[in-house]
Nanobody, 124 residues
Framework: QVHLVESGGGLVQAGGSLRLSCAAS????????MGWFRQAPGKEREFVAGISWFGARTYYADSVKGRFTISRDNVKNILYLQMNSLKPEDTAVYYC?????????????????WGQGTQVTVSS
Protein backbone atom coordinates (compact mmCIF):
# COMPACT_ATOMS: atom_id res chain seq x y z
CA GLN A 1 0.00 0.00 0.00
CA VAL A 2 1.11 3.57 -0.61
CA HIS A 3 2.72 5.42 2.32
CA LEU A 4 2.13 9.18 2.51
CA VAL A 5 4.18 11.83 4.33
CA GLU A 6 3.10 15.48 4.54
CA SER A 7 5.40 18.46 5.04
CA GLY A 8 5.36 22.23 4.69
CA GLY A 9 3.11 23.22 7.53
CA GLY A 10 3.95 26.03 9.92
CA LEU A 11 2.94 29.36 11.41
CA VAL A 12 1.97 32.18 9.07
CA GLN A 13 0.23 35.52 9.41
CA ALA A 14 -3.19 36.10 7.93
CA GLY A 15 -2.91 36.93 4.25
CA GLY A 16 0.24 34.88 3.87
CA SER A 17 0.94 31.73 1.89
CA LEU A 18 2.16 28.19 2.48
CA ARG A 19 2.75 25.22 0.20
CA LEU A 20 2.11 21.76 1.57
CA SER A 21 3.69 18.68 0.06
CA CYS A 22 2.74 15.03 0.34
CA ALA A 23 5.37 12.51 -0.73
CA ALA A 24 4.21 9.05 -1.73
CA SER A 25 6.33 5.97 -1.20
CA UNK A 26 6.13 4.41 -4.65
CA UNK A 27 5.02 4.62 -8.25
CA UNK A 28 1.50 3.40 -7.49
CA UNK A 29 0.88 7.08 -6.62
CA UNK A 30 -0.36 7.71 -10.18
CA UNK A 31 -3.08 5.07 -9.76
CA UNK A 32 -4.74 7.00 -6.93
CA UNK A 33 -6.97 10.02 -6.91
CA MET A 34 -5.67 12.27 -4.15
CA GLY A 35 -7.17 14.66 -1.67
CA TRP A 36 -6.37 17.12 1.08
CA PHE A 37 -8.42 17.24 4.25
CA ARG A 38 -8.09 19.27 7.43
CA GLN A 39 -9.18 18.94 11.02
CA ALA A 40 -9.37 21.74 13.55
CA PRO A 41 -9.55 21.05 17.31
CA GLY A 42 -13.01 19.88 18.31
CA LYS A 43 -14.22 19.65 14.72
CA GLU A 44 -14.71 16.86 12.24
CA ARG A 45 -12.23 16.20 9.46
CA GLU A 46 -13.32 18.16 6.39
CA PHE A 47 -12.57 17.99 2.69
CA VAL A 48 -10.36 20.74 1.28
CA ALA A 49 -9.37 19.75 -2.28
CA GLY A 50 -9.13 16.76 -4.59
CA ILE A 51 -7.40 15.82 -7.83
CA SER A 52 -7.87 13.02 -10.32
CA TRP A 53 -5.25 10.42 -11.24
CA PHE A 54 -3.42 12.52 -13.83
CA GLY A 55 -4.46 15.94 -12.61
CA ALA A 56 -7.04 16.65 -15.31
CA ARG A 57 -9.78 17.25 -12.78
CA THR A 58 -9.54 19.29 -9.57
CA TYR A 59 -12.29 20.13 -7.08
CA TYR A 60 -12.43 22.27 -3.96
CA ALA A 61 -14.44 23.04 -0.88
CA ASP A 62 -16.28 26.34 -1.24
CA SER A 63 -14.33 27.76 1.70
CA VAL A 64 -11.01 27.55 -0.18
CA LYS A 65 -12.00 28.12 -3.81
CA GLY A 66 -9.90 30.82 -5.40
CA ARG A 67 -7.31 30.69 -2.60
CA PHE A 68 -5.99 27.12 -2.63
CA THR A 69 -4.62 25.13 -5.56
CA ILE A 70 -4.07 21.37 -5.59
CA SER A 71 -1.60 19.81 -8.01
CA ARG A 72 0.44 16.65 -8.42
CA ASP A 73 3.69 15.47 -9.97
CA ASN A 74 3.38 11.81 -10.95
CA VAL A 75 7.09 11.60 -11.85
CA LYS A 76 8.24 12.74 -8.41
CA ASN A 77 5.26 11.07 -6.67
CA ILE A 78 4.32 14.28 -4.83
CA LEU A 79 1.01 15.98 -4.15
CA TYR A 80 0.92 19.72 -3.45
CA LEU A 81 -1.46 22.22 -1.90
CA GLN A 82 -0.65 25.87 -2.55
CA MET A 83 -2.47 27.98 0.02
CA ASN A 84 -2.74 31.73 -0.53
CA SER A 85 -4.61 34.50 1.31
CA LEU A 86 -4.66 32.38 4.43
CA LYS A 87 -7.19 33.15 7.15
CA PRO A 88 -7.20 32.27 10.86
CA GLU A 89 -10.07 29.86 10.17
CA ASP A 90 -7.72 27.83 7.95
CA THR A 91 -5.84 26.78 11.09
CA ALA A 92 -5.92 22.98 11.33
CA VAL A 93 -3.95 19.80 10.88
CA TYR A 94 -3.83 19.08 7.15
CA TYR A 95 -3.84 15.52 5.85
CA CYS A 96 -3.27 14.09 2.41
CA UNK A 97 -5.15 10.98 1.39
CA UNK A 98 -5.23 8.50 -1.49
CA UNK A 99 -8.34 7.01 -3.05
CA UNK A 100 -8.90 4.08 -5.41
CA UNK A 101 -12.46 5.21 -6.04
CA UNK A 102 -13.49 5.78 -9.64
CA UNK A 103 -15.59 8.83 -8.79
CA UNK A 104 -14.78 12.01 -6.91
CA UNK A 105 -15.07 11.71 -3.16
CA UNK A 106 -15.54 14.55 -0.71
CA UNK A 107 -15.78 12.34 2.35
CA UNK A 108 -12.99 10.83 4.47
CA UNK A 109 -14.60 7.41 4.01
CA UNK A 110 -13.87 7.59 0.31
CA UNK A 111 -10.12 7.48 0.87
CA UNK A 112 -8.01 4.40 1.55
CA UNK A 113 -4.66 5.69 2.79
CA TRP A 114 -3.72 8.69 4.93
CA GLY A 115 -0.64 10.61 5.94
CA GLN A 116 0.14 11.59 9.52
CA GLY A 117 -0.77 15.27 9.05
CA THR A 118 1.00 18.61 9.21
CA GLN A 119 -0.02 21.56 11.39
CA VAL A 120 -0.96 24.86 9.78
CA THR A 121 -1.50 27.82 12.10
CA VAL A 122 -2.64 31.20 10.79
CA SER A 123 -2.34 34.12 13.18
CA SER A 124 -4.55 37.19 12.98
Amino acid sequence: QVHLVESGGGLVQAGGSLRLSCAASDRTFSTYAMGWFRQAPGKEREFVAGISWFGARTYYADSVKGRFTISRDNVKNILYLQMNSLKPEDTAVYYCAASKALIESYRPGGYDHWGQGTQVTVSS
